[in-house]
C-alpha cells in the first residue's frame, strides 16, 4: 500500500512540475500563474515530505535508509584548499 500512494504522490508532483516549468516558459518567471504553480508545488512537496515521514515510522526498513540518508546529508562540507 504504501508503495502505490508514493507512486501518487510522486505522479502528482511530477504533474504539478511540468504545469509550472510550462507556465514558466510561456509566461515567464514572476508571473503570477507561474509563481502560483510554483507555491502549489511547494505544498505538495511539505505534503510528501509529510506522508514520508509519517509513513517511516510504520515501516522500520524505509526509516532506517531514511537514517542513514539523514546521516549523511548532516556531514559538514569538506573545505578545499589550494
Known sequence: MWKREEVR???MI???RTTMI???VEYGF???KT???SQDLD???NQYHRFVL???KKQPEVSFVFQKMNLVLKR???TVRL
Request: hydrophobic residues 40%.
Open 35 to 37: 509563481v502560483v504553480a
Open 22 to 24: 510550462e507556465f514558466a
Open 9 to 11: 504522490w510522486q505522479r
Open 76 to 78: 559538514p562540507a569538506r
Open 30 to 32: 514572476t508571473h503570477d
Open 43 to 45: 505544498k505538495l512537496l
Open 54 to 56: 509519517n509513513s517511516t
Open 14 to 16: 511530477h504533474e504539478k
